[in-house]
């Protein structure tokens, strides 16, 4: 394996080690960032109103159960007309994405809040804060362990999930494993399942890094 | 001064947790709601500050109605203490209590000066400020929970059974504490409880409310075992109320203290015995304040503090009969020891003086404290 890694070959062209890692990162960065926009404040909503409850459960479930690989094909059918150019796959992958990053999120963000201490609610409303002063001041806080775990899983999920941009002519990671699929080069698809693996344990511990910097200690014991 | 003006909560089931209650808490006094489980305590305290909106009458403050006023505006207001303190656990104790200050729009700056000057005023230690919630025991997080509702200087504070989650001396020492504290700030408090010792001991007035929430009496502590409404509040006031209102009597203006003899630590059994007035004689320290009993006919040599009998009670002067009664009640020497507020010896008491006392007392209708 490390020939494979040393050529210098790899490490140039368009289909640069360098070049993969950060096409693989930006989209699963872009579909977090999507996810993030959609789960999260739906998962405040939830938590804070304790409203459409079953709702949240349902479609997260049922989104869990989405195979991603066949929807990123059929996807592809549907929109091939409708988009020019790369967007024709790129819009594609990333539905498939967020679909995989927002019940993690969702579900997490609505179960943090959902379990802060009713007594330190009731205290708040009591004390005079507003509704969404209780949310930001009180319930969001103290969610916070639960929703940076929630951000986790969901950024495992993509990362690894990533790599089947690939299949639809996108680079990132995948096309490691594609294409030494495709030429029988069983050295470039360990290499790149390797790469997906170790940049997934990179992702993990930069996010667990983050989140022990942001919680309070009164949180995390 | 708190209004309750025919005020009823149903809630949506049916149950009807407090029915037609009208009722005043006067403005500088602490007011206890007492009763059974269940009988609207909870539902009448939170109607004020509208965290339950009633279903008829109304509740004013000072002569506002409740309804008429701004939700937040209403709520800053009051201070609420809640029964298992309800700090926010990803503040530290300061920063907790800074919350109320933070809301009323005081600077963060000044908002932590004031918490941490609480924290004191709350019995706690300054060093308690950068503790968080998990890192206090039920009792502290009593005082933090009091100390936050304190530190926006609220006119009216509502307290739901805040002294319940601590075990018995502590609790104790929470209610001293407390009534300290009142003296200071002279503040218009609703408390809640369901322990009628509490009632009657923190209370200038309390309300004895009975299930389906129903006033069964408002009156004085001395009122209410003197001259309980009805028997269910004399049920609920106590088999022993009897006893209990020695609590409402001054022991200084009947009684005749005694002197009596002490000796220091190190004395000769001996020496002691000549001073002493029979077997038992009062060991005190250096600063003549009682350290315990010592029965010298079992005693030979010099008096050593492993030789103290301490199962005495003290009472000071100003005290109530009760207290001074139990002291003559746990004395081994039958002699309740009398100390000053600085916990000097005053002098001793008999049983039969107590009791001499209790009578005079009583033929001459329970004079003493109001
Ligand atoms: N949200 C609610 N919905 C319906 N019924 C309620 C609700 N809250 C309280 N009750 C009922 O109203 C009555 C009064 O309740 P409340 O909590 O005021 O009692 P309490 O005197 O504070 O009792 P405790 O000493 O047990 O705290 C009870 O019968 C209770 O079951
Ligand atoms: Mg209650």
Redesign the pocket.
């Known amino acids: 394996m490390i020939p494979w890694f040393t050529d210098p070959q790899h490490w140039n062209g368009s289909d640069a080690i360098g070049l993969l890692i950060g096409q693989h990162l930006i989209y699963s960065a872009a579909a977090l960032a999507i996810a993030l926009l959609i789960g999260f404040p739906i998962g405040l909503y939830v938590g804070h109103t304790r409203r459409g409850v079953v709702i949240v459960a349902g479609t997260a479930n049922a989104l869990r159960s989405l195979p991603s690989l066949g929807l990123i094909v059929m996807l592809v059918i549907l929109f091939g007309p409708v988009f020019k150019s790369d967007l024709a796959y790129l819009v594609p992958c990333l539905i498939v994405l967020v679909l995989l990053a927002v019940p993690p999120i969702m579900t997490n963000t609505y179960a943090g809040i959902a379990a802060v201490d009713p007594a330190s609610v009731d205290a708040a409303r009591g004390m005079g804060y507003s509704p969404l002063g209780v949310l930001l001041h009180v319930e969001l806080p103290c969610a916070l362990p639960l929703i940076f775990s929630g951000i986790r899983s969901a950024a495992l999920q993509v990362i690894s999930t990533a790599t089947i941009a690939a299949y639809v002519s996108l680079g990132g990671l995948g096309r490691l494993i594609i294409d030494g699929l495709a030429q029988r080069d069983y050295y470039e698809m360990v290499a790149g399942a390797i790469l997906v693996g170790l940049l997934t344990l990179a992702v993990d511990l930069a996010i667990a890094l983050a989140s022990r910097l942001a919680l309070s200690r009164g949180l995390v014991r | 001064m708190i209004v309750f003006k025919n005020v009823t909560k149903r ?3 049916g ?1 009807i ?2 029915d037609d209650l009208s009722l005043e808490a006067p403005k500088g006094r602490i007011t206890i709601f007492v ?10 305290l939170r109607m004020i500050n509208r965290l339950i909106a009633p279903t008829s009458g109304s509740i004013l403050l000072d002569g506002q109605p409740t309804e008429a006023m701004n939700l937040a505006q209403l709520r800053r207001k009051i201070g609420y203490v809640i029964q298992h303190a309800g700090l926010f656990p990803h503040l530290n104790v300061v920063q907790n209590i800074a919350t109320t200050a933070r809301l009323k729009g005081i600077a963060k700056k000044q908002a932590l000066l004031i918490a941490s000057e609480l924290l004191e005023r709350v019995g706690l230690d300054l060093s308690f400020g950068n503790r968080y919630p998990w890192q206090l025991s039920g009792g502290q997080q009593q005082r933090v929970g009091v100390a936050r509702a304190l530190a926006s200087d609220p006119e009216f504070m509502l307290m739901d ?1 805040p002294f319940s989650a601590v075990d018995p001396v502590v609790r104790h020492q929470l209610q001293e504490e407390f009534l300290r504290l009142q003296r200071d700030i002279g503040k218009t408090i609703i408390m ?1 409880t ?1 322990d009628i010792d509490e009632a009657l001991k923190l209370g200038d007035q309390v309300a004895v ?1 009975r299930t389906g ?1 129903v006033l069964a009496q408002v009156a004085s502590p001395k009122e209410l075992l003197s001259n309980p409404a009805d028997s269910f509040v004399a049920d609920f006031v106590g088999r022993d109320r009897g006893y209990r209102y020695l609590s409402f009597v001054d022991a200084a203006s009947s009684l005749a203290v005694m002197i009596e003899p002490v000796v220091a630590l190190g004395t000769e059994a001996a020496a002691a015995r000549i001073v002493a007035k029979d077997q038992w004689i009062l060991v005190v320290n250096a600063a003549a304040q009682p350290l315990g009993w010592v029965d010298l006919d079992r005693q030979s040599g010099p008096l050593r503090e492993s030789d103290l009998n301490l199962s005495g009670t003290l009472a000071s002067q100003d005290h109530s009969l009760r207290q001074v009664l139990d002291a003559a009640l746990s004395a081994p020497s039958g002699r309740g020891v009398i100390v000053d507020a600085g916990r000097v010896l005053a002098g001793s008491v008999r049983l039969s003086d107590v009791v001499a006392a209790i009578q005079s007392a009583k033929a001459a209708g329970w004079g003493g404290r109001p």
């Open positions: 809630y949506d089931n149950t947790a407090v009763g059974p489980s269940g009988c609207g305590k909870t539902t009448s059974e809640v369901h409310l929430g």
